[in-house]
């Protein structure tokens, strides 16, 4: 004879079929709701409300005789990059990520101005306003928070649970850029938050919607797409970067190597303020030589820490932390992968 299933049983079951692998436990549940309080009935009110808090879902319906998820909140999804031999089910991490952005909203402690909707100028102020030797991440991560837009990174969120590489979520109060590439390089999360910033100044995205790049990669890089949304911010994040339009770089010898192009891409980078990174990145999409001009990245990324723990350390030293609950502090910690400065 088989016992039957518990509540917590059931709504896990439910939230697998529905895209919400059982491996998120790990992140959604806090350190003590170890398996012997899983099987405690006792408490499972309390889990329920945990588990809907951090994915926007509503409680009672969780926990009705006949248990369905029912989200607390309708927003439109606007889905782009996606590549159809690649489709992937971002359910569960388009939740997790809403449910983040709009608690890193609440704490952002500087009021939402919105971002000129010109390249070149907005280059131009983000120059001005943060000294660096060119336009690069970390400098544009402190434009986003000066502009009280909050730059998150989303970390691995368990076995089989997909990711997109950059996502909008338009709270009610701004908009919040989520970065989730599995790249610890400054320039690919780089052109990632400048695609993203540029679907924030142009428009792309209104209050109340959703915007996910499923993929920005090898295969999606730049001005590779046919749909005129993600074009145009291409195009807007290639001006505020290089400083013109449809920038694209080459090599006079084909059998360049990559320490050559990083010597290049560093000289070139410091004179115009590009970042080498994002040159020899870009040589690789139009050239195709992408192991060339990975290998010149690194190279260029030298010993400086991962792009994650440089998005992660804004987002900690920006947002007001005691405006937070500790279990919404700890939340954010487990899906950043990183720890309170």
Same mark, same amino acid.
């Given at each position: ?35 012997? +309080? ?47 031999? &690649?489709? &992937?089910?971002? $359910? ?32 131009? @102020?983000?120059? !001005? ?9 970390? =400098? ?6 000066? !502009? ?11 076995? $089989? ?14 908009? +919040?850029?989520?970065?989730? &590439? ?12 400048? !695609? ?11 209050? $109340? ?72 990145? =870009?040589?690789? =999409? !139009? ?10 990245? &690194?190279?260029?990324?030298?010993? =400086? ?12 030293? @920006? ?23």
């Amino acid at each position: 004879m088989t016992t039957p299933d518990s509540q917590i049983d059931i709504i896990f079951s439910l939230l697998e079929s529905s895209g919400f692998p059982r491996s998120l436990q790990s992140v959604l549940l806090p350190d003590w709701v170890t398996p012997e +309080v899983l099987s405690d009935t006792a408490t499972s009110s309390e889990i329920a409300i945990i588990i809907a808090k951090r994915l926007g879902l509503r409680v009672s319906p969780l926990l009705a005789a006949s248990p369905r998820i029912e989200l607390l909140k309708r927003r439109d999804v606007k889905y782009k990059r996606s590549i159809p031999s &690649k489709l &992937k089910n971002l $359910n569960a991490a388009s939740s997790i990520a809403v449910s983040v952005a709009e608690s890193v909203a609440s704490a952002c402690q500087v009021e939402f101005r919105a971002f000129v909707d010109n390249p070149k100028i907005l280059r131009q @102020e983000i120059l !001005h306003s943060f000294s660096g030797k060119w336009l690069g991440l970390r =400098n544009l991560l402190m434009a986003c928070w000066s !502009h009280g837009i909050p730059v998150v990174y989303l970390a691995e969120l368990g076995i $089989n649970v997909a990711k997109m590489d950059g996502m909008v979520v338009y709270t009610d109060s701004r908009p +919040v850029i989520i970065l989730s &590439k599995a790249s610890q390089l400054w320039a690919w999360q780089l052109f990632i938050l400048s !695609h993203e910033v540029a679907h924030v100044a142009l428009g792309h995205i209104a209050p $109340n919607e959703i915007l996910v790049d499923e993929e920005l990669s090898e295969n999606s890089y730049a001005l590779k797409d046919n749909d005129p949304v993600e074009l145009s911010a291409d195009m807007f994040a290639l001006e505020l970067l290089n400083d013109r339009p449809k920038a694209t770089y080459t090599a006079s010898d084909e059998r360049v190597n990559f320490r050559e192009l990083a010597e290049t891409a560093f000289q070139y980078g410091r004179a115009q303020k590009i970042d080498p990174g994002h040159i020899v990145l =870009n040589f690789a =999409n !139009h050239t195709g030589k992408w192991e060339v001009g990975y290998a010149a990245a &690194k190279l260029l990324q030298g010993d =400086n820490t991962s792009a994650m723990n440089v998005i992660n350390e804004a987002m900690w030293q @920006e947002i007001d932390t005691e405006a937070l609950p500790m279990d919404t502090i700890d939340f954010l910690g487990r899906v950043t992968g990183s720890d309170i400065e």
